[in-house]
């Protein structure tokens, strides 16, 4: 059971645009240590790919986006590629554990 | 080029003990927090460690499930982060990674490079 909830699919076609949620509390994803997303192509290292809530790292396509309200977060792919299928983390730092959390992850799956 | 190698994983039985290694390249790597991730079997990850940089007193924070068995330390001088797993139980099998923290950052922030990840297999 992860601290940070994710969805454990979703999908989309080609050029769609899809969104990953990440909910959290108040002791996470609430306070203002941020959310950040990685993205792990199959057989491969996790890669960041939005730091802060919505913050890109130089390299990474602006296809994706980020945003936080609350207690929850959101990942944002537009235009849609092949090459986006992959397993998606949200990440954040939970004050009452002393500790950084992971949500446990969404597979993206491009139809 | 910025880079993290690890090394140092295997087979292992239960209750034996392992260190693994992480060799830093193309930064300062003083300058820098590190952590470990690590990924079992077709699971997500789990953040198990964080150590600080000198500066920052060079202090090692434990995730609940390996504080007591796992300890984490840097040899600045060397470019190397070090995770000691003690007491090892085969919930403990995974890819293990290290990764870096933003420059002068803590435990509270992301992070932004990762090893390739070495796997330790605990098996009897």
């Known amino acids: 059971q992860s601290v940070l909830t994710q969805p454990p699919s979703v999908s989309g076609a080609p050029g769609q645009r899809v969104t990953i949620s990440c909910t959290g509390s108040n002791s996470n994803i609430g306070t203002n240590y941020g959310i950040h997303w990685y993205q792990q192509l199959p057989g491969t290292a996790p890669k960041l790919l939005i730091y802060?809530?919505?913050n890109r790292p130089s390299g990474v396509p602006d296809r994706f986006s980020g945003s936080q309200s609350g207690t929850s977060a959101s990942l944002a792919i537009t235009g849609l590629q092949a090459e986006d299928e992959a397993h998606y983390y949200c990440?954040?730092?939970?004050?009452?554990?002393?500790?950084?959390?992971f949500g446990g992850g969404t597979k993206l799956t491009v139809l | 080029e910025v880079q993290l190698v690890e090394s140092g994983g295997g087979l292992v039985q239960p209750g034996r003990s392992l260190r693994l290694s992480c060799r830093a390249s193309g930064f300062t790597f003083g300058d820098y927090a590190m952590s470990w991730v690590r990924q079992a079997p077709g699971k997500g990850l789990e953040w198990i460690g964080f150590?600080?940089?000198?500066?920052?007193?060079?202090?090692?924070e434990y995730a609940a499930s390996v504080k007591g068995r796992f300890i984490i330390s840097r040899d600045d001088s060397k470019s190397i982060a070090y995770l000691q797993m003690n007491s090892l139980k085969t919930e403990d099998t995974a890819v293990y990674y290290c990764s870096r923290h933003p420059l002068y950052g803590d435990v509270s922030n992301w992070f932004d490079t990762w090893g390739q990840g070495t796997l330790v297999t605990v098996s009897s």
């Open positions: 990440q954040s730092y939970d004050s009452s554990l002393s500790g950084s959390v």
């Open positions: 802060g809530n919505n």
């Open positions: 150590i600080r940089i000198k500066a920052y007193g060079g202090t090692p």
